[in-house]
Antibody
Framework: EVRLVESGGSSVQPGGSLRLSCAAS????????MSWVRQAPGKGLEWVSY????????YYADSVKGRFTISGDSAKKSLSLQMNSLRDEDTAVYYC?????????????WGLGTLVIVSS | DIQMTQSPSSLSASVGDRVTISCRAS??????LSWYQQKPGKAPKLLIH???ALEVGVPPRFSGSGFGTDFTLTISSLQPEDFATYFC????????FGQGTKVEI
């Protein structure tokens, strides 16, 4: 059974930093690309970042480029998101998602999410 | 960036109704279109990928259609557990979601 469990969410002041983690199980982590998706309270879904299975390719949404860094550790079967220079608008539930294999790149499994609150 | 626009933003329906949700892309996404269902306080759940491919375990009352810029999610006979918010998503160029359609009683 595929499981994705996020951790690391908390309350932080604007300009601060936070590191989110996602523990993956039930599949060969290195064989899949992964992403982070966020959802502000009462709002829609926003893709944040992507990393390929080998870790050699990463993409970021314009809204977080230069501030967030995605990384993966195949040995630990773990995905991370380092978030720096946090802003009020980064407040959201952050979901760790698996990117389905094949060309369509949809998100086939989601974690339960971890809440990040950026507020003074 | 490719923008995704869903309509309507919300709708009221009854058990047994046929429900149709539309999703339009700002440029062609071919068949790189997925649909997700989200219930309050829960993570989204994948329903359909490649515009019309039903995920394993998803009831056949759900169906998807379309190609290019115009897509549709249809629930043939609404059930109580289907009251939720539905999102479309394109994965042709990066990933963007529609704003969501809330299906309520």
């Amino acid at each position: 059974e595929v499981r994705l469990v996020e951790s690391g969410g908390s309350s932080v002041q604007p300009g601060g930093s936070l590191r989110l983690s996602c523990a993956a199980s039930g599949f060969t982590f290195s064989s899949y690309s992964m992403s982070w998706v966020r959802q502000a309270p009462g709002k829609g879904l926003e893709w944040v970042s992507y990393i390929s299975g080998g870790g050699d390719t990463t993409y970021y949404a314009d809204s977080v480029k230069g501030r967030f860094t995605i990384s993966g550790d195949s040995a630990k079967k773990s995905l991370s998101l380092q978030m720096n220079s946090l802003r009020d608008e980064d407040t959201a539930v952050y979901y760790c998602v698996r990117v389905a294999s094949g060309s369509f790149r949809y998100f086939d499994y989601w974690g339960l999410g971890t809440l990040v609150i950026v507020s003074s | 960036d490719i923008q995704m626009t869903q309509s309507p933003s919300s709708l009221s329906a009854s058990v047994g109704d046929r429900v149709t949700i539309s999703c339009r892309a700002s440029q062609s996404v071919y068949s790189y279109l997925s649909w997700y269902q989200q219930k309050p306080g829960k993570a989204p759940k994948l329903l359909i990928h490649a515009a019309s491919a039903l995920e394993v375990g998803v009831p056949p009352r759900f169906s998807g259609s379309g190609f290019g810029t115009d897509f549709t999610l249809t629930i043939s006979s609404l059930q109580p557990e289907d009251f939720a918010t539905y999102f479309c998503q394109q994965s042709y160029s990066a990933w963007t979601f529609g704003q969501g359609t809330k299906v309520e009683i």
